[in-house]
């Protein structure tokens, strides 16, 4: 009697891409990817299940996210997905590592940033809108709204010229989303000063450092 043997197939996991955050808005969704970044918005700013790295979201769906720090370099690897009009990296439990500390970079504001980047604005306040206020340039009003647990005396800025530093939402109007008091700045004759009073801000969205521009 002749006994035959069958092979079983086996398919081999595709290792993860070594890449930069930039070269994520090119990679098919679904890739398995490995990359490092600098944190620019903590645990807790959007919801507890995400943070933000140089312009890119980082998403865990299931377990509990450890918590980061602003400036915290992390190693992370995860897979490549879109979420309405951005990229993000779905990761697992587990999935990135805190390999340094240092200061994230802060650009100027440029619409063609990506969704994500941590701006910095300066503008005229022009009006409320509820727990936010529109903040008006030289060529466009954009809307500056607290993260999740920051509080803002927006009453003591009412009609100042201040500067605002956050996470930059694109959409029907574009928005900075403030990760904490620290990040409104009202200009003065001599030079800036911090006058928004924090009233129960979160630690989560409290960074442990901001990088300021020279002079600021």
Request: proline share 3%; hydrophobic share 40%; aromatic share 4%.
């Amino acid at each position: 009697t002749k006994t035959s043997t069958k092979k079983k197939a086996t398919r081999t996991k595709a290792s993860a891409q070594s890449v930069s955050i930039d070269d994520v808005s090119t990679i098919a969704d679904g890739t398995q990817v490995q990359l490092e970044g600098i944190v620019i918005a903590a645990v807790g700013l959007f919801g507890k299940r995400s943070f933000f790295v140089d312009g890119l979201e980082i998403y865990q769906g299931s377990g509990m996210l450890a918590n980061v720090n602003v400036g915290d370099r992390v190693l992370i690897a995860g897979e490549v997905s879109v979420l309405s009009d951005h990229r993000r990296i779905n990761i697992k439990e587990g999935g990135f590592t805190i390999v340094d500390h240092t200061n994230p970079i802060v650009h100027d504001y440029e619409s063609t940033l990506p969704y994500g980047s941590l701006v910095r604005i300066t503008g005229t306040i022009s009006a409320r809108d509820g727990n936010a206020v529109l903040l008006k340039t030289d060529d466009q009003t954009m809307k500056i709204t607290p993260g999740n647990g920051v509080n803002i005396a927006w009453a003591d800025l009412a009609g100042a010229t201040v500067t605002a530093i956050g996470i930059l939402k694109h959409g029907d109007q574009e928005t900075v989303v403030l990760r904490s008091a620290d990040d409104v700045v009202k200009a003065t004759n001599a030079d800036e000063e911090i006058i928004a009073s924090v009233a129960g801000t979160t630690s989560s969205a409290s960074p442990r450092s901001a990088t300021r521009p020279p002079g600021n």
